[in-house]
């Protein structure tokens, strides 16, 4: 079955730094997608970046990018000039046909 | 406005007493599914369901039940509801277009809790 792991349960960043949130998965399939989305304190899951592993440009929304590495099965996230509105349970997630999983989420503090 | 509806949105209820949490959506998505989050084990899928009539076990089914009558709607149900059901659930679903990417749009969650 395929695996999602995000090995950092927890991560700071000052504001206005950049961190890199990582995360690895693991499957047969050569077509999927992958996902990072940001949970605050509302427990609304929100969209962050998408990425088609199809497609080797790594995709970015404004302050976020992703590192992904298809041969690796590496999708990091990073997030730039740090706002305190980034503090938040990130979660990467893998889709393929009807397999959707998460990772155990990423706990991100921005300190001012 | 696009949305996926889910309630109630808070509901604590006693153990062994039938309970069903409803979902709906207005995007006309094919693909629906619920999940469970759990501390320190991210989201867990319960059932999906691919169209119409049409349902399957996610990775945690037991003690879930699940319908598809409406494309739109496809409520959770708990037949007798236990402690280790406590928990926050999300409803969700997904267009299976290219175009979409096949992006999950989730609800607002449901915390749930058995005493």
């Known amino acids: 079955a395929q695996t999602v792991t995000q090995s950092q349960p927890e991560m700071s960043v000052q504001e206005a730094e950049t961190v890199t949130l990582s995360c690895t998965y693991d499957?047969?399939?050569?077509?999927?997608?992958l996902f990072w989305y940001k949970q605050p304190p509302s427990r609304q899951m929100i969209l962050v970046i998408r990425?088609?592993?199809?497609?080797?440009q790594n995709a970015t929304e404004n302050r976020f990018s992703v590192n992904f590495q298809k041969a690796a099965k590496s999708f990091s996230l990073k997030i730039s000039d740090s706002q305190l509105g980034d503090a938040a349970m990130y979660f990467c997630?893998?889709?393929?046909?009807?397999?959707?999983?998460f990772g155990a989420g990423t706990r991100l503090t921005v300190k001012p | 406005e696009a949305q996926v509806t889910q309630n109630p949105r808070y509901l604590i209820t006693v153990t062994g007493k039938k309970l069903t949490v409803t979902c709906s959506q207005n995007?006309?998505?094919?693909?629906m599914s619920w999940y469970r989050q759990d501390p320190g084990l991210g989201l867990r899928q319960i059932y999906y369901?691919?169209?119409?009539?049409?349902?399957d076990k996610g990775d945690v089914p037991e003690g879930y039940k699940v319908s598809r009558k409406e494309k739109r709607n496809f409520p959770l149900i708990l037949e007798s509801p236990s402690p280790n059901q406590t928990s926050l659930y999300f409803c969700?679903?997904?267009?299976?277009?290219?175009?979409?990417?096949?992006?999950?749009?989730f609800g607002e969650g449901s915390w749930l809790t058995v005493v």
């Open positions: 969700a679903s997904s267009s299976r277009t290219v175009s979409s990417g096949n992006t999950i749009y």
């Open positions: 499957t047969s399939e050569s077509d999927y997608y």
């Open positions: 990425q088609e592993a199809y497609k080797q």
């Open positions: 997630a893998y889709r393929s046909n009807n397999d959707m999983r």
């Open positions: 995007m006309n998505h094919e693909y």
């Open positions: 369901s691919m169209n119409v009539e049409v349902t």
